[in-house]
């Protein structure tokens, strides 16, 4: 397979953004020597305010003992207060920052292509020979960012224009929907998803369903592989190798946000993996199509704004580009500073402060999975959490409604977010539901009611409310977080009670019904669970059948045992196809696809 | 006869202003919650993302201050404020951690609005003209009353540098394809990074050395009403310094262009980077901070966006700015900055706040004089070598802020885009006129898009010569540009500012032989 032709993947907003004419004129000559350079709008270096920055490094680093940082050169003193000359960034900190991911995912981007017409043939040891059987690697370039969001902005700018279809998991940073994706019209395309991200069945089966539809394919999946926000899931290995090749087959960006990467811990806090960390799918792309995100704002802070983009040379050049254009780049201060803070550490002291922030994490998961076995066993359901900040909980009551859970549990003195705040079909409904509003109230000029409306407008929508919420375990300490939950616990218990009790099998029936306008591919509840690795396979085998027989059903199924595997399938399934029945009419009028309601976590 | 301008229906209604985008770009529902919830009392915070403040990597910050200046008093300030110290923890912590306020960190945020208030005595903050003239002719409704009634109010949002704000009013303001007023000559990095790219429309406004023509910009309106055409909603200018020409305007220049944006219903973005940069009477009587207002200053109706940057003042390093203007507007800018970028990096608002605090008001003011006589000292020296080496081929305005001059070639039909390459063969650098032309900029970017349709239809085709040929055709589209810009203030030393003009005389010259030349062809 060729590697990707950015090209022809611009916006034409991006396809517009060029070089502006002056930066070409002034790098081509301001470099050469005695040149009296009377072009720039750079203030003298000797104006700025500040003469040198010490710091005290905190005793959390495991840098050298002596722990101040000077920075005192005169040329580093101006460079922290000076604009940023180069697109990329400041250069010594773009080579760490190349230098690392490097390091940690070897990019199959920087090794040689396979040439397809020789791969077969035997290897002969002769260099001349190997030399032509292998094309030039695609290669890999980093630009610095002021964070991720920043990035995420300029990205979707480049990739998008308004309109587009995007693929994410169903459950997502709400920010990219509510702050980029939605302002920009976008079709959002829910993939659904289980404890290892999102489902390559499910995947398929969408867009081979909006294929035969002949409905715009979507060019560009977004996906928070490690740690994900707010589901907690790790893809692994496999997971990932599975949803790279249908991004192949689909020739789909592939675009990982990964800002949890340096919070994972696997195995809890005896045996945190420092910089021995699961790869992103950089390290498997072979195509040149995945644009990868870090920031240091979950490592060093989030104060600092500072991230960047890895990717092909092509992708890396225009965002570049649009970093330079938006924003002249992430301010110096931070870049000077924090390049200085991690040359200092060196990579042994910059493993040390990973391994101890992992540690830390790692044992604040282990205080809130503890504290939620004792006071929300019974109540809810959860994972236990392998990377990042965040726990997912799905409240076990039928038909349980999680965005009470503002209410309640703030009543009780402790903060969550409900599954409704971050599920991209409520996000996307309740963005339907405020242009409705201003519609209506532009119509006419009585106000009010506006929160009813919503939920009436949510219901027209065809969603089931959430039962899912999130907890954050690393922004208060382990006492703190014990009587948070045993709050949550009292605050779960009171909504739990009050719930509407709905016949699952019958809520998923009358929804495909009395559904018009989206598709919703509806899993069975399944009251009584246990937890069990098998349930895993028996899960996406099901998924699997259930997307070859009715492509937008899926269900990710979780079962207790093998007997009741069997009966879950057929409910399933006769379930999925009836939903699939009542969309297949439905779906061609553009409708979104959906999924929605009483979904299983497995 | 202004008081008739003066009724209620002039007020903005900004709701009538945000582009597609900006109407559907509402407050993330979950940013809300954090901000409603984060620190309440009582309130085990288990919601948010944020990493608990302990686990920052440092622990203080102590910053030694320059002593920029040979002036005795500025040298005074900075001797006594010697060095700064942020070691209370939860300002360490604030240095390091999220950006809570989509306005910014409060602290600085505060200052800043302080500072516009003071400054420019914003006209939105004082009762509006009306109210005394409504009395007597009672003819209102209750509603327009009542909006008479309230001042519009000024509120203030920090940005990470100017440039950022731009491109978030862009986005706010302005549709793709939407028609933009600015100065013909202007800064090229808002028209190149963030107007074309948008596809807007943009209309150049003639200017003298006093900014932009009124006469000439009601001329172009008048005309493209009467045609038919879509009226601008947008004029973008840089009242102070302006860059690339140095002009300033003036208090009854801008008046009359304020009037006429009421006339045309016109929203004014004033780009005021180089408003501290003011010296109107050279080195030895600088301003400080007793300076020349800007719009906002005259903005009865707030339709004003003012932007101010701290790059041209502090250091470009920080990213650090803000945007003034009615609450409607700012409030938008804020949701969109803290949409793209959540805001301004804590590190550089919670230093420099606390530098601000430190100085007070009579160190901040010692270093802007400092820098103003920095400023004015170098403009002159640069004048004098221009004297000395450009008189008889060139000529030039007195310059009284900012940090460029801006240089006429004289003679019939002289081109000074060559100066970029001649300027390099003899070892100096200038921005020709054509690098910030709109007419230029515009005609560049129109030949780039078609170069991209003919190389999609004809791939064979080598690009290089037929940009070649097409950069001769543009350039004479947009006819030859015989001026240049010269920045005086980075360079070192008065020695290599003579020496620099020395140079520029000989390339200066070849360009008008260049000139001579083709006419005689």
Same mark, same amino acid.
Not at chain 1, 296 to 320: D, E, Q, T, Y
């Given at each position: 397979?060729?590697?990707?032709?950015?090209?022809?993947?611009?916006?034409?907003?991006?396809?517009?953004?060029?070089?502006?004419?002056?930066?070409?004129?002034?790098?081509?000559?301001? @470099?050469?020597?005695? $040149?009296?350079?009377?072009?720039?709008?750079?203030?003298?270096?000797?104006?700025?305010?500040?003469?040198?920055?010490?710091?005290?490094?905190?005793?959390?680093?495991?840098?050298?003992?002596? @722990?101040?940082?000077?920075?005192?050169?005169?040329?580093?003193?101006?460079?922290?207060?000076?604009?940023?000359?180069?697109?990329?960034?400041?250069? %010594?900190?773009?080579?760490? &920052?190349?230098? $690392?991911?490097?390091?940690?995912?070897?990019?199959?981007?920087?090794?040689?292509?396979?040439? %397809?017409?020789?791969?077969?043939?035997?290897?002969?040891?002769?260099?001349?020979?190997?030399?032509?059987?292998?094309?030039?690697?695609?290669? $890999?370039?980093?630009?610095?960012?002021?964070?991720?969001?920043?990035?995420?902005?300029?990205?979707?700018?480049?990739?998008?224009?308004?309109?587009?279809?995007?693929?994410?998991?169903?459950?997502?940073?709400?920010?990219?929907?509510?702050?980029?994706?939605?302002? *920009?019209?976008?079709?959002?395309?829910?993939?659904? *998803?289980?404890?290892?991200?999102?489902? %390559?069945?499910?995947?398929?089966?969408?867009?081979?369903?909006?294929?035969?539809?002949?409905?715009?394919?979507?060019?560009?999946?977004?996906?928070?592989?490690?740690?994900?926000?707010?589901?907690?899931?790790?893809?692994?290995?496999?997971?990932?190798?599975?949803?790279?090749?249908?991004?192949?087959?689909?020739?789909?960006?592939?675009?990982?946000?990964?800002?949890?990467?340096?919070?994972?811990?696997?195995?809890?806090?005896?045996?945190?993996?420092?910089?021995?960390?699961?790869?992103?799918?950089?390290?498997?792309?072979?195509?040149?199509?995945?644009?990868?995100?870090? @920031?240091?704002?979950?490592?060093?802070?989030?104060?600092?704004?500072?991230?960047?983009?890895?990717?092909?040379?092509?992708?890396?050049?225009?965002?570049?580009?649009?970093?330079?254009?938006?924003?002249?780049?992430?301010?110096?201060?931070?870049?000077?500073?924090?390049?200085?803070?991690?040359?200092?550490?060196?990579?042994?002291?910059?493993?040390?402060?990973?391994?101890?922030?992992?540690?830390?994490?790692?044992?604040?998961?282990?205080?809130?999975?503890?504290?939620?076995?004792?006071?929300?066993?019974?109540?809810?359901?959860?994972?236990?959490?392998?990377?990042?900040?965040?726990?997912?909980?799905?409240?076990?009551?039928?038909?349980?409604?999680?965005?009470?859970?503002?209410?309640?549990?703030?009543?009780?003195?402790? *903060?969550?977010?409900?599954?409704?705040?971050?599920?991209?079909?409520?996000?996307?409904?309740?963005?339907?539901?405020?242009?409705?509003?201003?519609?209506?109230?532009?119509?006419?000029?009585?106000?009010?009611?506006?929160?009813?409306?919503?939920?009436?407008?949510?219901?027209?929508?065809?969603?089931?409310?959430?039962?899912?919420?999130?907890?954050?375990?690393?922004?208060?300490?382990?006492?703190?977080?014990?009587?948070?939950?045993?709050?949550?616990?009292?605050?779960?218990?009171?909504?739990?009670?009050?719930?509407?009790?709905?016949?699952?099998?019958?809520?998923?029936?009358?929804?495909?019904?009395?559904?018009?306008?989206?598709?919703?591919?509806?899993?069975?509840?399944?009251?009584?669970?246990?937890?069990?690795?098998?349930?895993?396979?028996?899960?996406?085998?099901?998924?699997?059948?259930?997307?070859?027989?009715?492509?937008?059903?899926?269900?990710?199924?979780?079962?207790?045992?093998?007997?009741?595997?069997?009966?879950?399938?057929?409910? &399933?399934?006769?379930?999925?196809?009836?939903?699939?029945?009542? &969309?297949?009419?439905?779906?061609?009028?553009?409708?979104?696809?959906?999924?929605?309601?009483?979904?299983?976590?497995? | 006869?202004?008081?008739?301008?003066?009724?209620?229906?002039?007020?903005?209604?900004?709701?009538?202003?945000?582009?597609?985008?900006?109407?559907?770009?509402?407050?993330?529902?979950?940013?809300?919650?954090?901000?409603?919830?984060?620190?309440?009392?009582?309130?085990?915070?288990?919601?948010?993302?944020?990493?608990?403040?302990?686990?920052?990597?440092?622990?203080?910050?102590?910053?030694?201050?320059?002593?920029?200046?040979?002036?005795?008093?500025?040298?005074?300030?900075?001797?006594?404020?010697?060095?700064?110290?942020?070691?209370?923890?939860?300002?360490?912590?604030?240095?390091?951690?999220?950006?809570?306020?989509?306005?910014?960190?409060?602290?600085?945020?505060?200052?800043?609005?302080?500072?516009?208030?003071?400054?420019?005595?914003?006209?939105?903050?004082?009762?509006?003209?009306?109210?005394?003239?409504?009395?007597?002719?009672?003819?209102?409704?209750?509603?327009?009353?009542?909006?008479?009634? /309230?001042?519009?109010?000024?509120?203030?949002?920090?940005?990470?540098?100017?440039?950022?704000?731009?491109?978030?009013?862009?986005?706010?303001?302005?549709?793709?394809?939407?028609?933009?007023?600015?100065?013909?000559?202007?800064?090229?990095?808002?028209?190149?990074?963030?107007?074309?790219?948008?596809?807007?429309?943009?209309?150049?406004?003639?200017?003298?050395?006093?900014?932009?023509?009124?006469?000439?910009?009601?001329?172009?309106?008048?005309?493209?009403?009467?045609?038919?055409?879509?009226?601008?909603?947008?004029?973008?200018?840089?009242?102070?310094?302006?860059?690339?020409?140095?002009?300033?305007?003036?208090?009854?220049?801008?008046?009359?262009?304020?009037?006429?944006?009421?006339?045309?219903?016109?929203?004014?973005?004033?780009?005021?980077?180089?408003?501290?940069?003011?010296?109107?009477?050279?080195?030895?009587?600088?301003?400080?901070?007793?300076?020349?207002?800007?719009?906002?200053?005259?903005?009865?109706?707030?339709?004003?966006?003012?932007?101010?940057?701290?790059?041209?003042?502090?250091?470009?390093?920080?990213?650090?700015?803000?945007?003034?203007?009615?609450?409607?507007?700012?409030?938008?800018?804020?949701?969109?900055?803290?949409?793209?970028?959540?805001?301004?990096?804590?590190?550089?608002?919670?230093?420099?706040? /606390?530098?601000?605090?430190?100085?007070?008001?009579?160190?901040?003011?010692?270093?802007?004089?400092?820098? /103003?006589?920095?400023?004015?000292?170098?403009?002159?020296?640069?004048?004098?070598?221009?004297?000395?080496?450009?008189?008889?081929?060139?000529?030039?305005?007195?310059?009284?802020?900012?940090?460029?001059?801006?240089?006429?070639?004289?003679?019939?039909?002289?081109?000074?885009?060559?100066?970029?390459?001649?300027?390099?063969?003899?070892?100096?650098?200038?921005?020709?006129?054509?690098?910030?032309?709109?007419?230029?900029?515009?005609?560049?970017?129109?030949? !780039?898009?078609?170069?991209?349709?003919?190389?999609?239809?004809?791939?064979?085709?080598?690009?290089?010569?037929?940009?070649?040929?097409?950069? /001769? !055709?543009?350039?004479?589209?947009?006819?030859?540009?015989?001026?240049?810009?010269?920045?005086?203030?980075?360079?070192?030393?008065?020695?290599?500012?003579?020496?620099?003009?020395?140079?520029?005389?000989?390339?200066?010259?070849?360009?008008?032989?260049?000139?001579?030349?083709?006419?005689?062809?």
């Amino acid at each position: 397979m060729a590697p990707v032709n950015w090209e022809d993947r611009w916006s034409t907003e991006a396809q517009l953004k060029q070089l502006p004419s002056l930066h070409g004129i002034v790098s081509k000559f301001s @470099t050469m020597a005695g $040149m009296i350079g009377m072009h720039g709008g750079l203030p003298p270096a000797d104006s700025f305010p500040f003469s040198s920055f010490n710091a005290g490094i905190s005793a959390a680093g495991h840098g050298p003992a002596d @722990t101040e940082l000077q920075i005192v050169e005169p040329q580093l003193v101006s460079a922290a207060q000076q604009y940023n000359m180069n697109a990329e960034g400041y250069a %010594p900190l773009v080579s760490w &920052a190349y230098n $690392m991911v490097a390091s940690l995912h070897q990019p199959a981007t920087l090794l040689p292509q396979p040439n %397809p017409n020789t791969s077969t043939a035997p290897t002969t040891p002769s260099s001349s020979s190997s030399c032509s059987s292998e094309a030039e690697p695609i290669g $890999m370039q980093v630009v610095m960012t002021q964070g991720s969001s920043a990035a995420l902005d300029c990205l979707f700018r480049m990739l998008l224009n308004p309109g587009d279809p995007v693929l994410l998991e169903e459950y997502t940073y709400a920010h990219v929907v509510e702050a980029d994706l939605l302002p *920009m019209r976008c079709e959002l395309l829910p993939v659904p *998803m289980d404890s290892h991200g999102l489902l %390559p069945a499910a995947l398929d089966a969408m867009l081979t369903q909006r294929s035969v539809a002949g409905l715009a394919l979507p060019r560009l999946l977004y996906c928070i592989p490690t740690g994900q926000n707010p589901t907690g899931a790790v893809m692994g290995p496999e997971r990932m190798r599975q949803v790279y090749e249908l991004a192949r087959k689909w020739d789909l960006i592939i675009l990982e946000d990964d800002a949890y990467f340096w919070l994972q811990y696997p195995q809890g806090p005896e045996a945190v993996p420092g910089l021995n960390l699961r790869p992103g799918f950089l390290s498997i792309d072979v195509d040149g199509r995945v644009i990868r995100l870090d @920031t240091l704002s979950k490592l060093l802070g989030p104060g600092f704004r500072l991230g960047w983009v890895a990717g092909p040379p092509a992708l890396a050049a225009k965002f570049a580009l649009y970093t330079a254009g938006t924003s002249i780049g992430a301010n110096m201060l931070s870049q000077v500073m924090i390049h200085q803070l991690l040359t200092k550490w060196g990579r042994q002291g910059f493993e040390g402060f990973v391994t101890q922030l992992q540690r830390r994490y790692a044992q604040q998961a282990a205080v809130a999975e503890a504290a939620a076995a004792q006071h929300l066993a019974g109540l809810a359901e959860w994972q236990a959490a392998e990377a990042g900040m965040f726990m997912w909980l799905r409240m076990t009551a039928p038909g349980a409604d999680s965005s009470k859970l503002i209410e309640a549990s703030s009543a009780e003195g402790v *903060m969550i977010v409900p599954g409704n705040l971050i599920s991209v079909p409520h996000l996307q409904a309740a963005a339907r539901s405020r242009q409705q509003q201003q519609q209506r109230k532009a119509a006419s000029s009585t106000v009010g009611c506006s929160d009813l409306q919503q939920a009436q407008d949510q219901q027209a929508d065809g969603l089931a409310p959430s039962p899912y919420f999130r907890i954050s375990f690393v922004s208060v300490g382990p006492e703190a977080i014990k009587e948070g939950i045993k709050r949550l616990g009292r605050a779960v218990a009171a909504i739990s009670s009050s719930s509407s009790v709905v016949p699952a099998q019958l809520d998923v029936e009358l929804r495909a019904a009395a559904d018009k306008e989206n598709v919703h591919a509806k899993a069975v509840a399944v009251q009584e669970r246990e937890k069990e690795q098998e349930s895993c396979s028996a899960a996406t085998v099901a998924a699997e059948s259930l997307a070859a027989a009715a492509p937008l059903a899926v269900a990710d199924v979780s079962i207790g045992s093998a007997a009741s595997a069997a009966q879950q399938f057929v409910a &399933a399934a006769a379930a999925a196809s009836a939903a699939a029945a009542a &969309a297949a009419s439905s779906y061609g009028k553009g409708g979104v696809s959906m999924v929605a309601g009483v979904r299983v976590w497995r | 006869m202004e008081e008739a301008h003066g009724d209620s229906s002039k007020f903005v209604d900004w709701e009538q202003r945000w582009s597609r985008e900006a109407r559907r770009k509402q407050m993330p529902t979950l940013q809300s919650i954090v901000s409603k919830y984060q620190g309440a009392p009582g309130i085990i915070g288990m919601h948010g993302g944020l990493p608990p403040a302990d686990a920052f990597p440092f622990s203080a910050f102590k910053c030694s201050l320059q002593s920029s200046s040979n002036d005795a008093a500025a040298a005074a300030a900075a001797a006594a404020a010697g060095s700064l110290s942020i070691s209370d923890p939860p300002l360490v912590s604030a240095a390091q951690q999220y950006n809570m306020h989509a306005k910014g960190y409060p602290p600085l945020q505060s200052w800043a609005r302080d500072i516009v208030c003071e400054l420019h005595q914003p006209a939105t903050l004082k009762p509006h003209p009306q109210n005394s003239s409504s009395s007597s002719n009672n003819t209102g409704t209750a509603q327009q009353q009542q909006q008479q009634q /309230q001042l519009i109010g000024l509120d203030v949002a920090i940005t990470p540098g100017a440039s950022a704000a731009l491109d978030a009013i862009a986005r706010v303001l302005l549709n793709p394809g939407d028609a933009v007023l600015l100065e013909e000559f202007t800064y090229n990095h808002h028209a190149e990074a963030h107007l074309l790219p948008m596809g807007c429309e943009l209309l150049p406004v003639p200017m003298d050395s006093a900014g932009l023509l009124p006469a000439a910009l009601d001329a172009m309106l008048t005309q493209r009403s009467s045609a038919g055409l879509a009226l601008p909603r947008l004029l973008y200018c840089i009242p102070t310094g302006q860059n690339p020409t140095g002009a300033v305007m003036g208090p009854e220049r801008m008046r009359q262009v304020y009037e006429l944006a009421r006339k045309w219903d016109l929203i004014i973005l004033e780009d005021d980077a180089y408003f501290w940069l003011q010296y109107p009477q050279g080195p030895e009587a600088v301003p400080g901070l007793n300076l020349r207002p800007g719009f906002l200053s005259i903005d009865v109706d707030g339709r004003v966006i003012r932007v101010d940057t701290l790059a041209k003042l502090l250091g470009p390093g920080f990213r650090l700015g803000w945007v003034a203007g009615p609450p409607a507007l700012v409030n938008k800018v804020a949701l969109y900055i803290a949409a793209i970028s959540v805001g301004a990096s804590s590190l550089s608002q919670v230093m420099i706040h /606390q530098l601000l605090l430190q100085w007070g008001r009579p160190g901040l003011e010692a270093y802007v004089v400092q820098l /103003q006589q920095r400023y004015a000292r170098s403009a002159a020296a640069a004048e004098a070598a221009a004297a000395a080496h450009l008189a008889d081929i060139a000529e030039w305005q007195p310059i009284r802020a900012g940090m460029f001059m801006w240089v006429k070639i004289k003679g019939e039909g002289v081109d000074a885009s060559p100066l970029m390459e001649l300027g390099a063969a003899e070892k100096v650098m200038v921005v020709t006129g054509n690098l910030s032309s709109v007419a230029h900029l515009q005609a560049t970017a129109h030949a !780039q898009q078609q170069q991209a349709q003919d190389q999609q239809q004809q791939p064979e085709q080598q690009g290089s010569h037929m940009q070649q040929q097409q950069q /001769q !055709q543009l350039d004479k589209a947009a006819g030859p540009c015989p001026y240049f810009r010269v920045s005086f203030a980075s360079v070192a030393s008065d020695a290599d500012l003579q020496e620099g003009f020395a140079r520029l005389r000989r390339a200066v010259l070849r360009c008008q032989a260049l000139a001579a030349n083709g006419a005689a062809q």
